[in-house]
Structure formats: structure tokens, C-alpha cells
Nanobody
Framework: QVQLVESGGGLVQAGGSLRLSCAAS????????MGWFRQAPGKEREFVAA???????????DYADSVKGRFTISRGNAKNTVSLQMNSLKPEDTALYYC?????????????????WGQGTQVTVSS
């Protein structure tokens, strides 16, 4: 059974940093896309970042414009883990952050591509 477990959320002041981690289990995900989405209160869930398999040991990162230059997504050595380093956090980054895994080949920014989702980890940025 596939399971995704997120960790690393918390409360931080604006300008601070947090690192989210997600561990996937149940199968090998080395050729899958792994991504992060977030949902703020009263808003729809939105794409944050994704890392997709490009062949061999190469992965390609993609970011939402709102986080580009501040967030960095990375794949663990075992390829079943993904982290999101979040720097220069802003109050508008406050949301429930979800880890997701899906088969490579679709549009990594689309939620429909992802078949597996974690329960979410809360990130709160105070002003």
C-alpha cells in the first residue's frame, strides 16, 4: 500500500525558512514525478513545485512563479523522498502543504496527474 508522510511544517516569522520533507513507501518511485501543492483557507489547492524524471538519473524541477527563487525542491538519494526548502517566507505562503506522487508523462503542474497524496503539513508564516 502506497503511503506518503509529510513532515517539517510549523510556525515561522516572515523572512524565515522551513524545510518540508515527504517520504513515500509502498513501491519504487524513482521514475515518478513528486510534487508539492498547497491550499490556503478559502482558496483552491495550487501547484507549488515538482520534480519529474527526465531519464537516467536526471530530474527536472518546476516551480510556481510565486515561489520561484525562494523555494527549492530536491529528491532524496533513495528517490522515494522529496524535500521543499522554503526561504524568505511570506504570510501569503501560509497554507496546508501536500506532497503528491504521480506517473511521469503528464503535466506536472496539474493535480490530476498525481495519484497519491499525503495528509498535508501546516505552514504558518506570521507577519
Amino acid at each position: 500500500q502506497v503511503q506518503l508522510v509529510e513532515s517539517g511544517g510549523g510556525l515561522v516569522q516572515a523572512g524565515g525558512s522551513l524545510r518540508l520533507s515527504c517520504a513515500a513507501s509502498g513501491r519504487t518511485f524513482s521514475t515518478y514525478a513528486m510534487g508539492w501543492f498547497r491550499q490556503a483557507p478559502g482558496k483552491e489547492r495550487e501547484f507549488v513545485a515538482a520534480t519529474t524524471w527526465s531519464g537516467g538519473s536526471t530530474y527536472t524541477a518546476d516551480y510556481a512563479d510565486s515561489v520561484k527563487g525562494r523555494f527549492t525542491i530536491s529528491r532524496g538519494n533513495a528517490k522515494n523522498t522529496v524535500s521543499l526548502q522554503m526561504n524568505s517566507l511570506k504570510p501569503e505562503d501560509t497554507a496546508l502543504y501536500y506532497c503528491a506522487v504521480g506517473r511521469t508523462g503528464g503535466e506536472a503542474r496539474r493535480q490530476e496527474m498525481y495519484g497519491y497524496w499525503g495528509q498535508g503539513t501546516q505552514v504558518t508564516v506570521s507577519s
